[in-house]
């Protein structure tokens, strides 16, 4: 392989011009927060579920908009499954192929920028909604707990077709994604990364290191390439 392809480039020079970007993309403006757009009582049932998960009130997160707290929340869910998960030190991946591939001099193609990842992550889907889908996960840790297992075993086992159907059409899930959001985080995202894969691959035997999601059903990756 004589180059890696992954959605973005990512070097120690860049990560954390990065990190910040994404912070601040996940902040409220002044002025909005959950109170403002919760119900009383949809307010309260977010608050309980930080509680029960993080510790401490929505009070701790309140500039922090769901995008920003739901990476922490699968962490969180994937450390009750596998306690010799360590976030800080774990290392994605994506991010081991670009710095093995980075020591051994070769070169490493982004397909996206950060700031394309940031309009996909912060506003594929209204705020209430992204809001309404964070409660639904703090009020059904064990489903999230039980899925996260199922998904890890259609990985080990290579099934794309698992994947798919528990990500995507899960009928058992209660917090299924939205259509608008699957396409933005999907499908939008392979069909503009398919206009330059082929000419990237035609200039230099490559490897495409990208989400798994990004290779399932007919809107991903190998079908489409197929």
Not at 90 to 100: A, G, K, T, V
Not at 116 to 135: C, F, G, H, P
Request: hydrophobic share 35%; proline share 4%; with cysteine.
């Amino acid at each position: 392989v004589d180059q890696i392809v992954g959605e973005v480039e990512v070097s120690p020079e860049t990560l954390q011009e990065m990190q910040l970007k994404i912070m601040k993309a996940g902040q409220f403006a002044v002025g909005d927060g959950y109170k403002k757009m919760l119900s009383a009582e949809e307010y309260k049932r977010l608050d309980r579920g930080m509680r029960d998960l993080f510790k401490v009130g929505i009070s701790n997160f309140e500039k922090m908009k769901p995008g920003l707290i739901s990476p922490m929340y699968s962490q969180i869910i994937y450390s009750m499954v596998d306690s010799t998960f360590n976030p800080a030190t774990h290392e994605s991946i994506d991010f081991y192929l670009q710095r093995i591939t980075r020591e051994a001099g070769k070169p490493i193609i982004g397909l996206e920028t950060i700031d394309d990842q940031i309009v996909a992550i912060y506003e594929s889907e209204s705020l209430k909604r992204q809001t309404e889908n964070l409660i639904c996960g703090l009020e059904n840790v064990e489903l999230s707990k039980e899925a996260i297992i199922l998904l890890n075993q259609y990985y080990k086992g290579g099934s794309l077709s698992g994947i798919c159907a528990l990500s995507f059409n899960n009928e058992k899930g209660p917090c299924p994604p939205s259509e608008r959001q699957i396409k933005a985080l999907n499908e939008d995202r392979n069909n503009k990364w398919l206009k330059e894969l082929p000419l990237i691959k035609k200039e230099k035997s490559s490897l495409v290191a990208v989400g798994v999601l990004h290779l399932t059903g007919k809107e991903g990756l190998l079908y489409q390439l197929y």
